[in-house]
């Protein structure tokens, strides 16, 4: 997962960089939402076993109940990338701590700098 949100951010710089100069600013906040569900869809995709999914869930700090709900479920990965429990898990914060860049944030930098 190291390699995948390393190749994403340079591939997000790149494409920040070179249309981030257009001060539409619109698709900006959806793109950012998607990548985001699509990283918590990856992450949920490798914890393949309910166990483990269990496991990790319990360690990013969610209670038991939450949990189970979630990991009993049988919809599938994409679904389940939009749940409370995963959203409130794998949150912005931690996905930032995992390496993501937000593309709103690199967007403000280059129109609003410091």
Known sequence: ?????????????GWINYFGISEYYKPIPPLD???RRRLRMCYWKMWKRPKKRFKELRKLGL???QIKRVVSS???YWKLSRTLATNMGMGNAWL?????????EQWSKIHYPA
């Open 1 to 13: 997962m190291a390699w995948r949100l390393r190749k994403l951010r340079e591939y997000m710089r």
């Open 96 to 104: 930032k701590e995992q390496g993501l860049i937000s593309l709103k």
């Open 33 to 35: 939402q998607w990548i």
């Open 74 to 76: 049988r919809k599938g």
């Open 63 to 65: 209670d038991d109940g």
